[in-house]
């Protein structure tokens, strides 16, 4: 994507008009959508796609810091076994569910399908909004009746020997069948088997266009200035790569071959691998000979840094996602720092309501599929929060919190938010956790300082070393401090 060509030549175009007039009849599009260019947006996220690699760290803060302050979703019930059930799917599925709130923010769908396999148990198994190729839809309900998944597999039959089946997997809210074609082996048959959990894979979508249609990637609006945010900062930086400190060399005339000998330059080879960055003395033994030196202009790439800077804003702007999470300083008119937290704060709570219903049916089929193993009829209503802390692990709480360390960190490390914000904000987003007071969370602060500063000490000199006497942490610049206090006492003396 790119921006079109224009020409100084022609006729002012008129502003598209809102409204226009009413089509008879009128087009309504039930097919569900067109399916995202995953190779394009992985690409995008990975700094893989050719075309786009120098817009990728541009493109990964919209996508990782709300998917990472938004936790995990944890549903309550009132029935103490239906409760231990939903703690265990889960915690189960704390890796599926990292991976959803990412895929669907950056992709726009996400798809997860609920079914309980021998060896392993319950699995849910994500699907690639690419392989959904179909949404079959009722005319009655308006409502989908059935995923067609359509997937062309490599796999490797043997050394350096690669064989590619296409299986497409029909699912129904009572059945699913898989067809094969191009089979490896004689194991590998067509099946069809009754849908055990009684639902299709469940989507996530963000901010689609209505109830059925998939989602919108948070990278959509602002793809074009993506690319040309890594199409002028290429330029640039092969402007800065490519042009090398230039030689102009005066010599008088007929004597061309006589500097070239002095300089040691006397076959064309040596003239070739001439560096002048390498070059600590030459010769120049005429009146009429002298060498200058062309440096690249001050303001080569200024306009470059300045269309960088306008890109850099049409991102941010573009996907609501505060300045403040990209590492900088609130500059502008972009508010104060606790305006742009509450609007990051705002945002997560809005993706998390995007999600909650998609989640509450995916745990309701998984609880189904419990219900038939355990052979136990478990409470189908139940509520879905976020971050109930109180209800899961302690390793869950860890994977929680690093998440939103990980999302802050680019705040923390700038010096954009102090303790009383960072804790402001650690109140909002998690409303529901019992975080203590600020006295209490700046001391953990304090004491996780302390802790980096002992891991990061000078393994030979032993400097910054860390003397821990119950909740007070001192730091010591020498290895023994007794050592330390004795040459103190003998400079006194000494004086």
Known sequence: MSLNPFTWFGNKKATPETK???????????????????????GLFHGSYAGLEKASPMARVPVIIPANMM?????TSK????????????EMMAQEIKTVNKMFILIGTSWVYPKWDRQRGLIWKVLRDSHVTDMLLSLQTELPIGIVVDEQINVSVGENSVQTIRRKTTYTPTQVTVLYQGKVSEDIKDYSMRNVAGVLPVMFAHEPDDMISRGHSILEPVLCDLKDYHDIDYRASETLARFRVKQIQHI??????????????DSDSELEAFDVADQDLL????????????FLPEGATAASEKALERLYWK??????????FFGGAVSGNMGSYEGQLQMMVTKVQGLREEVSYAYTELFKASLRLRS??????????????????????????????????????ALVTSGGVGIKQLYQLWKTNYPELEYGTEEEFKAELVKNANLQQFLKQDYATGESMIEAAGS?????????????????DLVEEEA
Request: glycine share 6%; charged share 30%.
């Open 20 to 42: 226009t007039y009413a089509r008879r009849p009128s087009l309504h599009d039930m097919t569900g959508g067109l399916p995202a260019n995953e190779e394009l947006l992985l």
């Open 315 to 324: 991102v941010i702007e573009g996907t609501e996602t505060p300045e403040i």
């Open 71 to 75: 936790g995990q979703p944890t549903p």
């Open 252 to 265: 008088g005339s007929g004597k061309l071959k006589e500097w070239r000998h002095n300089n040691g330059l």
């Open 472 to 488: 007070e942490a001192n730091v010591i610049n020498n290895v023994n401090k007794d050592e330390s206090d004795n040459e103190e």
């Open 372 to 409: 038939l193993i355990d052979m136990t009829k478990y409470d189908m209503d139940f509520e879905m929060g976020w971050n109930r802390l109180e209800s899961i692990s302690e390793k869950d709480k860890a994977t929680m919190l690093a998440q939103f360390a990980t999302a802050v960190s």
């Open 283 to 294: 010769f120049c033994v005429g009146a009429d000979e002298d060498t200058k030196y062309v």
């Open 79 to 90: 029935d103490a076994k239906t409760q231990i059930v939903l703690d265990e799917i889960r």
